[in-house]
């Protein structure tokens, strides 16, 4: 149990300096759109937003083979695809995908935030799922241009942002299982509104014995399409049992907390010290949750990346000892928990500032209203 946060091999390589936008920007060739969403249907868009419905009028895409590498670098029109009905990725889910938004700021200027630890996690669940990795920079670059294209997609409502989600899967038409010989690279782009129009609000959490998220050994840290399709029914029958979604425990004691479908976890104590899982091959490494290790451990408290037992956590919520929990990532940023449940118990942490002290701090920094100390910002535009 160590309080100083730990520094994985993906943070060491997300932190890694990139180059400026500048340096790198044109590295897919820009098309003209024929017809682009009118500007009335667009002010229309970006007035009411939800998460992941619309989606701005480009796209990056770029196609790999082991012969060429990494060829036909484009932003071309959003819009559907050619692909083979014996594609791979249809039968055997080889994919890997991202997540990061682009937030404007009040001069105009549009931001990043940490892109190049989603480019490096892209590249770490690339090898898992022996899929070619996609240099950094055409990484960011796709990122760069397809905003460029039309930074107008960026929302300028405070708390909204255009959600970013890069992608590559297995295109090659073949039915026999092996690593693909053509890989398509995609980078859509989707106005996104606040997660918590009206503030925060604490979400039911069901602690699932009955299913697994991962493995070790498994694709538990590869952001893969499988994780999520292996998550539904959980979700489903959480749902059904009125919570919003499911926390999951470790494979091999069927104990120990990891992390919800998508969101890491986090609970913190009444002596203001914060505990949250370690990474440990079977959790997915979030942004969100090494940025607010670091943000909570500056602060000046005492962050333990470790192992949290339900079963003591369930007993320290109800004894007091445990006074808030929340969830985070980068759609939602952080969701406090109000209730965590399971087959024979029902926990409400208290609640308490620390989970809004933490969305208030990073949203502040990723919005451009509070310092950036870290240089995590990424400036696009
Ligand atoms: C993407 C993801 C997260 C959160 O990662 P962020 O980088 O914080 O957005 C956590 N868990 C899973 C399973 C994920 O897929």
Known sequence: MSTQPTRSYLEELGNQSVPVATEIAGRFKPTVHPNPTPLEAKIK???DLKFGQMFSDYMARAVWTPETGWTQKVIQPYGPIQLSP?????????EVFEGLKAYRHADGSIWSFRPGFNAARFNASARRMAMPELPVEDFLSSIIDTVR??????????????????FMFASEAFLGVHSAKEITYLMIASPVGPYF?????????WVSTEYHRAAPG????AKTAGNYAASLLPQQEAASRGYDQVCYLDVIENRFLEELGGMNVFAVRNDGSILTPAVTGTILEGGTRSSIITLLHDSGREVFETQIAVDDLVKWIQTGEVTEMFACGTAAVVTPIGELGGENFKARPKGGEVTQWIYDELTGI?????????????RLV
């Open 45 to 47: 868009i970006l007035k």
């Open 86 to 94: 014996a594609a791979a990725v249809l039968h055997y889910g080889q």
């Open 149 to 166: 294209a039309d930074p107008t997609w960026v929302p300028e409502t405070n708390g909204s942002s255009l959600y970013l989600r890069p």
């Open 197 to 205: 129009a009206s503030g925060l609000k604490p979400v039911k959490i």
């Open 218 to 221: 498994g694709t538990g840290a």
């Open 366 to 378: 990723q919005n451009g209203t509070r310092p950036d100390k870290y240089g995590w910002l990424y």
